[in-house]
């Protein structure tokens, strides 16, 4: 039997409803950077998938220290 992939499936499917509402409206907008990061664990512990369509790894790192500004940003809360 095969890794269940669902909850990968479900987090990326509402992200892509949230862009479809919060654009919704216009017509000038498209899909740019994407990168994903999947935890795989097991029996013999974990490891980290990280897929892009950039195909420069510097980009791709880029990116994904935006995420983390925007992630800490929003652990301090409106008005931190």
């Known amino acids: 039997m095969g890794i269940d992939t669902t909850s990968a499936g479900k987090v990326i ?11 919704e409206d216009t ?11 999947v935890e795989v664990s097991g029996p013999n512990g974990s490891e980290f998938r990280v897929r892009n369509n950039l195909g420069n790894p510097f980009m ?4 994904m220290r935006i995420a983390e500004h925007q992630l800490l940003a929003g652990m301090q809360g409106p008005g931190a």
């Open 60 to 63: 791709a790192l880029g990116i």
């Open 27 to 37: 017509d000038d907008h498209q899909i740019g950077a994407v990168v994903t990061i």
């Open 13 to 23: 499917a509402a992200q892509m409803e949230a862009i479809e509402k919060d654009y």
